[in-house]
């Protein structure tokens, strides 16, 4: 909700568009008469905006008859819950920052600073001995991240993996993340890091933020692709002569 020019209150909607080719923000300065319990409904958009903040773009919707509803879906079936369209590193790098991506690169490098991070209560930046550069001594919230940086040989990305993907991916709980960051220390845990994933490919699944500092990709999910798999394909290629 908000207060406009003239004083008059006027609320703004948050929608989600998704089509084959990706997904993408919209915001509705208006009541379209869209109900969420009929979601996902198809649309044409007409004469509609876009625009960017922090790189991210943004459908935006004056009027209501800028909305109009279809019977029939354009496209086959699109899974809404988990749309995700494999893109590689290089292309992310050159668009606009983008959700529901998926690439694959090698890894080039993993940060020291993996583990257990201090974050302000407040604004979640992260802390540094108890302290936010906005909110000065604070009681810091525990939080789990990886960082690393990707690379395909045109473009590279830092990666951020927050808390459940990296259980997930380490395939462990809070307790057991504990245990084994107690018993390895920050530093060996990242080092173990260093010796699984190291020129080794990683899919990531997630959104990408590209601004002027770069490229960087916050994981929804994250996978080593196995080489071995490669390998197996690459050798029953040989024995079948294939190449
Ligand atoms: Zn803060």
């Given at each position: ?7 008059e209150?006027?609320?703004?909607y ?20 869209i ?33 109009i ?10 899974n ?25 690169a ?17 604004c ?7 302290n ?16 690393m940086?990707?690379?395909?040989g ?12 990296t ?10 993340f ?6 390895k ?27 002027d ?31």
């Amino acid at each position: 909700k908000f207060t406009n020019a003239e004083g008059e209150d006027k609320t703004v909607y948050a929608g989600q568009l998704i089509d084959p080719t990706g997904q993408c923000k919209s915001s509705m300065w208006c009541d379209v008469g869209i109900t969420e319990d009929e979601l996902p409904i198809v649309v044409r958009l007409e004469n509609a905006r876009i625009r960017a903040w922090q790189g991210i773009p943004d459908v935006t919707i004056d009027n209501a008859n800028q909305v109009i509803r279809l019977e029939q879906k354009p496209w086959q079936d699109i899974n809404v819950e988990n749309h995700v369209i494999e893109v590689d590193l290089s292309e992310l790098a050159k668009s606009g920052s983008r959700v529901g991506i998926s690439t694959v690169a090698t890894v080039v490098s993993v940060r020291d600073d993996c583990g257990i991070i201090w974050r302000c209560p407040e604004c979640r930046r992260t802390l540094s001995d108890d302290n936010c550069q906005v909110h000065g001594d604070v009681v810091g919230t525990r939080d789990i991240r990886m960082r690393m940086v990707i690379d395909d040989g045109q473009a590279s990305g830092s990666v951020i993996i927050g808390s459940e993907p990296t259980l997930a991916f380490l395939d462990t709980d809070l307790s057991g993340f504990e245990d084994m960051l107690a018993e390895k220390g920050q530093f060996g845990f990242a080092q173990s890091l260093r010796e699984r994933l190291l020129g080794r490919q990683l899919k990531v699944d997630g959104r990408s933020i590209v601004d002027d500092q770069g490229m960087m990709i916050i994981a929804n999910v994250i996978e080593a692709v196995e080489v071995d798999a490669v390998l197996a394909a690459t050798e029953s290629r040989s024995k079948w002569g294939l190449n």
